[in-house]
């Protein structure tokens, strides 16, 4: 494995980072620095550091997309609760380490960026530049569909006064970053990075999820239906050449998690070596096994679950305990929060499901899997119908998604509206339970279904603050960036 050398930045706030710019002999700084692809090349190390710090526990990176109808939490964690209950605050320590990190990935994109033109050309280049365009959109990605109006930085000089961007001049340079990095990145990659670094395959894909987003809410430009549709059955026509397809067993995703061919963008962790990823196993888990709360299922989401190998494969609902004499099975509602769990983000090395309470570690080398091939098939699916009507190629996509998951084929004949209806449903049940990605958050934004999704809600769950609207689609920004840029506020 190459020797990377990290470059630190002096930052006042992750809005008006800038270089430590002082005449001291020896100091390494941009000027003095980038002369070599290689050195480059180790530039791209702080934005993996970035993004694996960024989705290493279940709650920093999703906290927003609590109002959806697929998750709820514990009553016990107010920052999580907020998000449920359509009332979050800019004090919430959970966005605030999201906002830094996002941003802090940005940062390090940018230096990337900006300082290639001093290094020459290269192959090397092309592939420390492809994956910083790639950070950059993805994080932006990310932002955007959280915050809408957000500040948009291309640069790396301090920015203390920056004011909000409309989304579309977000999701422009987006869209713009991914077409760079389709054609700058490897379709694959040799040596240690073999399984863990982005390729052209992760960018046409990524982009294909941005122009279905695009389509809908709040933009609502239709006309990147066919984008859409155009960029996915690329890479669903050139799968081999990224090794994608649907694993065969649904539950094989989350029991062989590390590495599978389904994985279109994953983060890689190595717990032996202190990257450790602790999004497993206690984040999901109940009480009952010290775990968290952070999440589990809301109970209608659960019950409109249609019944097969996916939804056995997804939730968790028969928990051994452990008494002085023997062991019990209890059914979730016999639990102290008495919902179903999400299995398939619980395993780790070495854990027993026989024995759940047995402690292992709260890190682990878990991957978190962050976009899916089944993904791909379900946008085009989408994209295609809505773009035109969907025809025979759309329904072969979704259906192999629904045939992998133990479903029938989806009812032939539907007009457009009702088929979309149906993929976004497919998505739901496909992606449920925080899959960063695929949320179902991101989902019920686009197609303005959150009002809907949060009548339909057991009475049990936590009450609502409000009823929500669309001024509940989106998170404010944190007040600690407000109070030193008040522009933020507006």
Not at 33 to 38: C, D, G, I, K, R
Not at 201 to 225: C, F, I, N, R, W
Request: net charge neutral.
């Amino acid at each position: 494995m190459k020797k990377y050398v990290y470059l630190f930045f002096l930052t006042c706030s992750f809005l008006s980072c800038q270089v430590l710019d002082e005449k001291v002999k020896g100091l390494v700084t941009p000027e003095t620095y980038y002369t070599t692809a290689e050195e480059l090349e180790g530039a791209v190390v702080p934005i993996y550091n970035k993004l694996v710090n960024l989705y290493d526990r279940t709650g920093r990176v999703t906290c927003a997309m609590y109002g959806a109808d697929d998750v709820t939490t514990s009553k016990a964690l107010p920052d999580l609760v907020e998000y449920e209950v359509f009332k979050p605050t800019g004090a919430n320590a959970w966005l605030k380490y999201w906002w830094s990190n996002a941003y802090g990935g940005i940062n390090s994109a940018n230096n990337v960026i900006v300082n290639s033109s001093k290094v020459p050309d290269s192959e090397a280049k092309n592939q420390a530049l492809g994956q910083a365009y790639f950070s950059r959109a993805w994080l932006y990605f990310y932002l955007v569909r959280i915050h809408n109006k957000i500040p948009l930085i291309t640069d790396i000089t301090a920015h203390p006064d920056i004011k909000r961007s409309e989304p579309k001049e977000v999701y422009d340079l987006i869209v713009s970053d991914l077409q760079k990095a389709e054609k700058l990145l490897p379709d694959s990659w040799t040596g240690y990075r073999s399984n863990i670094a982005m390729t052209s395959g992760t960018a046409k894909s990524t982009l294909s999820l941005v122009y279905l987003t695009m389509a809908g809410y709040p933009l609502k430009d239709e006309s990147k239906y066919a984008l859409a549709a155009e960029k996915a059955k690329e890479v669903i026509d050139n799968s081999g050449k990224w090794g994608y397809k649907l694993v065969t067993n649904f539950a094989d995703l989350w029991t062989k998690q590390r590495f599978n061919d389904e994985i279109v963008f994953g983060l890689f962790y190595n717990n032996s070596n202190g990257d450790a990823n602790q999004s497993a196993p206690l984040c999901g888990a109940p009480a009952e096994y010290s775990g968290w709360d952070y999440y589990f299922a809301e109970l209608n989401f659960y019950k409109a679950f249609p019944a097969g190998a996916r939804k056995d494969a997804t939730f968790w609902t028969k928990f051994p305990i452990e008494t002085k004499d023997s062991v019990v099975i209890k059914d979730w509602t016999q639990l102290q929060q008495k919902h179903p769990y999400y299995k398939k983000y619980i395993e780790i090395d070495g854990y027993d499901w026989t024995k759940p309470w047995v402690y292992i570690d709260w890190n682990s080398s878990r991957t978190n899997v962050l976009m899916r091939y089944a993904e791909v098939l379900l946008i085009y699916a989408e994209a295609k119908a809505m773009s035109g009507a969907p025809d025979a190629t759309a329904y072969a996509a979704i259906n192999q998604v629904r045939k992998r998951a133990g479903l029938a084929d989806l009812t032939a004949g539907l007009n457009k509206e009702a088929f979309r209806d149906a993929v976004i449903a497919e998505r739901g049940w496909e992606f449920a339970g925080l899959e960063p990605n695929g949320s179902r958050w991101f989902d019920l934004v686009r197609t303005e279904g959150v009002e809907k999704a949060a009548a339909d809600r057991d009475a049990s769950e936590i009450p609502l603050s409000v009823t929500p609207t669309k001024a509940n689609y989106f998170a404010p920004i944190p007040d600690g960036e407000v109070l030193l840029n008040p522009n933020l506020a507006k």
